[in-house]
């Protein structure tokens, strides 16, 4: 199938390009380059940010699993955010598109572009908590570069993060950080504290921090 992937190398060198995508919101607010959050290492604070809201429950690693993955497109169309213009829908296609690509030539790979597409439709329970994991992770990483003295270009993050979320459980552990009572630059060893301490509470009614 001609411009799509025919093994599971070749998706593999693209997705190892998410290393060199820049986050564009973090750009776009005068982070440099060299301190800019790349896309892989959104990705990897998601996947452990699923792991620890979920408990590390193998049964639920479909969340993890869905973070894994959600922003494998950006390996191939970059990462525009709202400010650059781009039609929802024409957004919608290329990132379909390119999952297609990457997920064409590895096994599993229907699961693979099945996963995303739920994940991107934003309807199932997972997909719904997913979307807010990702959002949550931005206010997180905020609270970092607050660290390094970006505070005035970073706080608008903070009100849009807290409109996305819906899910008590988040909306408190949101509501903790903003407290900020932990190192910055520590905050996202924070978040996971935070986030095990809500499935704790959910499973038994106690909070250990």
Not at 75 to 85: E, K, L, R, V
Not at 126 to 153: H, M, P, R, T
Request: net charge negative; with cysteine.
């Amino acid at each position: 199938m001609d411009g799509l992937t025919q093994s599971p190398m070749e998706s593999l060198e693209i997705l190892y390009g998410l290393k060199s995508v820049k986050r564009t919101g973090w750009l776009r607010r005068g982070v440099p380059p060299e301190l800019c959050e790349s896309s892989a290492a959104h990705s990897l604070h998601v996947i452990q940010a699923a792991y620890f809201f979920t408990g590390g429950d193998t049964a639920n690693y479909d969340l993890v699993d869905m973070m894994a993955m959600h922003d494998w497109p950006e390996a191939i169309t970059g990462d525009p955010t709202p400010h650059d213009g781009l039609d929802p829908k024409v957004k919608h296609d290329l990132e379909h598109a390119a999952m297609i690509e990457i997920t064409h030539g590895i096994p599993d790979g229907k699961k693979c572009l099945d996963t995303w597409l739920e994940y991107d439709a934003a309807q199932t329970p997972n997909a719904i908590i997913a979307k807010q994991l990702d959002k949550l992770d931005a206010a997180v990483k905020a609270l970092y570069y607050e660290s390094l003295g970006f505070k005035s270009a970073v706080s608008d993050f903070y009100p849009y993060t807290r409109e996305k979320l819906t899910d008590p459980r988040l909306i408190r552990v949101f509501e903790r950080l903003m407290k900020r009572d932990f190192p910055l630059e520590k905050s996202h060893l924070a978040y996971f504290l935070y986030l095990g301490a809500e499935k704790e509470r959910s499973s038994n009614g106690l909070i250990t921090l």
